[in-house]
């Protein structure tokens, strides 16, 4: 499991002063980049090196309770499924420090080849490292 910390800013609201729909979305990606940092990756040498990209394939995402100016929230991911070309995190965004959950996710990227655009499959290396598998 691994924890990426934000802030609602004033920027993140929508009029009503809660944060805006698609924002949850924002944070969760960033949260899953964080997660491949962690690991070692950065996804720019992934494209120099490996030719490889991370795009989302699929998404399904509940809200629950709205996050408002100046909370602070937490990321929850974690890999709830690895396949040979894909990985499904289950993402919550929650208030720190709480297990109140505003926002709930799973998220399929597809590793994809950077050249065609097509999906390919993880690197075996690289699907060892970050997910344990070999």
């Given at each position: 499991?691994?924890?990426?910390?934000?802030?609602?800013?004033?920027?993140?609201?929508?009029?009503?002063?809660?944060?805006?729909?698609?924002?949850?979305?924002?944070?969760?990606?960033?949260?899953?980049?964080?997660?491949?940092?962690?690991?070692?990756?950065?996804?720019?040498?992934?494209?120099?090196?490996?030719?490889?990209?991370?795009?989302?394939?699929?998404?399904?995402?509940?809200?629950?309770?709205?996050?408002?100016?100046?909370?602070?929230?937490?990321?929850?991911?974690?890999?709830?499924?690895?396949?040979?070309?894909?990985?499904?995190?289950?993402?919550?965004?929650?208030?720190?420090?709480?297990?109140?959950?505003?926002?709930?996710?799973?998220?399929?990227?597809?590793?994809i080849d950077a050249e065609h655009f097509r999906t390919r499959r993880l690197p075996r290396q690289?699907?060892?490292?970050?997910?344990?598998?070999?």
């Amino acid at each position: 499991m691994f924890v990426w910390p934000v802030r609602i800013y004033y920027e993140d609201t929508d009029s009503g002063g809660v944060v805006y729909y698609a924002n949850y979305l924002k944070f969760m990606e960033r949260a899953r980049t964080e997660w491949l940092r962690a690991r070692g990756f950065e996804q720019d040498a992934l494209l120099r090196e490996q030719r490889l990209l991370f795009a989302v394939r699929t998404l399904r995402v509940d809200y629950h309770r709205p996050a408002r100016f100046n909370d602070l929230l937490e990321v929850v991911s974690q890999i709830a499924e690895a396949g040979g070309a894909s990985l499904t995190f289950a993402q919550d965004i929650r208030r720190a420090g709480s297990s109140e959950v505003l926002c709930s996710a799973r998220v399929k990227v597809a590793c994809i080849d950077a050249e065609h655009f097509r999906t390919r499959r993880l690197p075996r290396q690289l699907m060892r490292e970050i997910v344990g598998d070999s």
